[in-house]
């Protein structure tokens, strides 16, 4: 499968190229073919996917075929809500690349910053709007936006709304969408509540069900270390030592763990930022651009403030403290190894955390290769899983061409 099949008009096709993307991802697959002919979409997919080019690409071709008001400025056609001020940047920087060459405007709002910037666009006139649902419908009331033209409305991660406690927001959010709309939901999990919405916006939806599967791909090569947990700090230095880990993604998985983390690393010389919910919205965005930009080479973080951090060429993520969620190992380990480049997952064990190990062995069909030859191996300790020689990562980050997209029991998704 390639873009051309899709259908898809040539400015888009010549930013998908420009993205360097070869070929659409399982959910772009999926979904791109039922949006284009005005499908409403339940799809349940996480960040990883390749879900918001699934989502950008229709909404951008569909709008680029409709007539620009000859008078008048433009108005909001297409809104897309979505819970956190990252993803909301990120969402917008995807809707500026697949864009490009389409001629339609587009802007991001969120909280946390003055509303001027936000407003004088809004001013201006755009055809799409990216938003947080606070901001927005603080911008509703003061009258900056109306959504009585939106002909294409997203909502993004929904489970996490609910999380957040923004579920009211939303509601009365949608409360003021026009009825005639084309509808999408997305939500990596549907526990009932977030069922009985999705069913309140949409109608006779098309469902897409992507599962990550990149615990069980060979792209990203996992290790594990069996280390005392005073000692692990010491450990995180000495492989920290290691120049060919360009960047790296640290998990605690508490916020006081990851400002510990983060200081003792600065000690120790290492270029190091904490990100998590206790800091301020504008803390943690600059922390996350100057890791994006490589001007920090680590960030450490909870697994909270980390969820929808969307870093291309991420080469390490090392998990200082082990999940007591399985599932949350997978989710933390695939912040690596995006967009078919391969990645290296480190983790450190120690005894209490040993009972953690075995869930996620259970829900990865296998165990972790255990790195025994470091300088703060466990005392007094027996360890399961097979025991592999520690090799320096060589640093080629390489693209494979097709491998991948894998496939998995329930889906398809892109590693
Ligand atoms: P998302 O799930 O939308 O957060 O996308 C995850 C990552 O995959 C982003 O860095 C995208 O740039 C990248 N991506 C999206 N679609 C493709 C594709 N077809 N081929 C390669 N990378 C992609």
Redesign the pocket.
């Known amino acids: 499968m390639t873009f051309e099949n899709l259908n898809l008009i040539e400015p888009i096709l010549h930013a998908?190229k420009n993205?360097?993307?070869?070929?659409?991802?399982p959910i772009?697959e999926q979904a791109i073919p039922v949006l284009l002919k005005g499908k409403d979409l339940m799809g349940s997919a996480?960040?990883?996917?390749?879900?918001?080019?699934a989502f950008a690409i229709p909404i951008l071709q569909l709008l680029y075929g409709q007539p620009l008001p000859s008078a008048g400025k433009r108005q909001i056609k297409a809104l897309i809500v979505t819970p956190t001020r990252e993803l909301a940047i990120?969402i917008s920087e995807?809707f500026a690349a697949y864009g490009k060459y389409t001629g339609l405007r587009h802007t991001v709002i969120y909280g946390g910053v003055s509303q001027n910037a936000q407003t004088t666009a809004l001013r201006n006139g755009v055809d799409i709007l990216v938003a947080t649902p606070g901001r927005l419908l603080d911008l509703i009331d003061q009258r900056f936006v109306t959504l009585q033209n939106i002909q294409f409305f997203v909502l993004d991660e929904a489970d996490r709304m609910l999380d957040m406690g923004f579920i009211h927001d939303v509601k009365k959010i949608i409360g003021r969408l026009p009825l005639k709309r084309q509808s999408l939901f997305f939500s990596a999990t549907m526990p009932p509540e977030i069922k009985k919405l999705a069913a309140s916006i949409l109608v006779d939806p098309i469902k897409v069900d992507i599962v990550p599967v990149v615990a069980t791909s060979n792209l990203i090569k996992q290790s594990l270390y069996f280390v005392d947990k005073p000692d692990k700090k010491s450990l995180l230095i000495h492989l920290l030592q290691d120049k060919s880990i360009e960047t790296a993604l640290i998990f605690t998985r508490t916020k006081h763990g990851a400002d510990k983390v983060s200081r003792d690393l600065m000690r120790a010389g290492i270029n190091a930022a904490a990100i998590h919910g206790n800091k301020s919205q504008v803390a943690r965005q600059s922390a996350l651009n100057n890791f994006k930009n490589k001007r920090t080479r680590v960030l450490v973080a909870t697994d909270i403030a980390s969820r929808g951090i969307?870093v291309?060429q991420l080469s390490h993520v090392i998990n200082y403290e082990i999940p007591n969620i399985p599932e949350t190992y997978i989710h933390r380990i695939g912040r690596t190894g995006?967009?078919?480049l391969d990645g290296v997952a480190l983790s450190f064990c120690d005894a209490e955390e040993k009972e953690y190990l075995k869930d996620i062995y259970k829900l990865l069909a296998k165990s972790i290769p255990v790195i025994a030859d470091h300088p703060f191996p466990m005392r007094n300790s027996t360890h399961s899983g097979p025991v592999v020689q520690p090799r320096p990562f060589n640093g080629s980050r390489n693209r494979p061409a097709k491998s991948?997209f894998v496939a998995s029991s329930r889906g398809r998704a892109?590693r």
């Open positions: 998908i993205e360097g993307y070869t070929e659409p991802t772009q996480q960040t990883g996917t390749g879900k918001t080019a990120q995807s969307d291309e995006r967009a078919g991948e892109i």
